[in-house]
């Protein structure tokens, strides 16, 4: 099962902080990469920058054409789903994702039409107004089963040893 | 189980979408409220804007003194955790939240350190940088089994209608 994230609707400036979260999570959270359909180096710079010192090979591509993108993804025999919360609720059809390789498409405020047809599945993390960033963190999680919060990372320059209370970084040099 | 979040360190005009998305993911995922130690009106209005829209009676409080509402929380024999990636993972930790009255403190990029010690327990959704608003996501989904997910909200003028492809939303008028 091979997860990407592919970003669309991002704006520069008014996006910058939720895509960089939406990139994040799918880096923790067990996703290969994000694609972003915006041309925003920075955003690149931040999440490779978290990877350079965490570890893993999270990747992120800007300037995406998202069409192509989706196009290429289902030509592979790929699963294409929209996260957003007019779909359908992600209880009813985390199975039929699971096990596939799948492009989760993440939209900010303003999603083109198209997406909800290109789209195979429309799902919802409760029927509800709340945020991607949440969604795409449930998504992920209710498709592994909770175990990518236990995955480790390679490459690791730094590190964190779970406390009850403070603080504990082990740094590599 | 009440869940109330507590949301610290936020700043007016730098975190005032991530700070909507902690308000409207603890509204659609089950918390009773948020109380926000940090004086914005607006943060306020567009949630509550969420709830008559989409029903429930989540409130949200602004300008509280953090200090306070921790110490009367441990007052009222309820728990007080706090969401950081330094703390002990989600999963391990599940069990001894279930069933409990719970603070949930979300905090912004800087924490006061005070605030790891005043929690009960310092809890991680996995130990990687990654979103406040991904970490208390799955917090409280966890906790709840998933089950949140398909609540329903009593007063409602607006509600969705799950679909596979295309929207549909009914306005009650």
Redesign the interface.
């Known amino acids: 099962m091979k997860l990407v994230v592919l970003r669309i609707g991002h704006r520069p400036v008014r996006d910058k902080?939720?895509t960089t979260?939406?990139g994040?999570?799918a880096?923790?959270?067990g996703a290969s990469g994000m694609l972003l359909a915006a041309d925003d180096p920075k955003i690149k710079e931040s999440i490779d920058d978290?990877t350079r010192a965490?570890g893993g090979d999270f990747f992120v591509e800007i300037g995406v054409n998202w069409r192509e993108a989706i196009k290429q993804w289902k030509e592979q025999g790929g699963m294409v789903v929209h996260l957003?919360?007019?779909?359908?609720?992600?209880?009813?059809v985390t199975s039929e994702m699971q096990n596939r390789d799948l492009m989760i498409i993440v939209g900010a405020e303003k999603v083109p039409p198209a997406i909800?047809?290109l789209?195979d599945?429309?799902v919802?993390?409760?029927?509800?107004?709340?945020?991607e960033?949440?969604?795409?963190?449930?998504l992920l999680?209710?498709l592994q089963d909770?175990r990518?919060?236990?995955?480790t990372?390679d490459g690791v320059r730094r590190?964190?040893v779970?406390?009850?209370?403070?603080?504990?970084?082990i740094e590599q040099t």
Chains 1, 2 share one sequence.
């Open positions: 902080r939720i979260h939406v994040l999570t880096r923790a959270l978290v965490w957003t919360m007019y779909g359908l609720n992600l209880p009813d909800y047809d789209a599945l429309n919802a993390a409760g029927s509800q107004p709340h945020s960033v949440a969604a795409l963190a449930l999680d209710h909770g990518e919060l236990a995955r990372f590190e964190i779970p406390m009850r209370k403070g603080k504990m970084v």
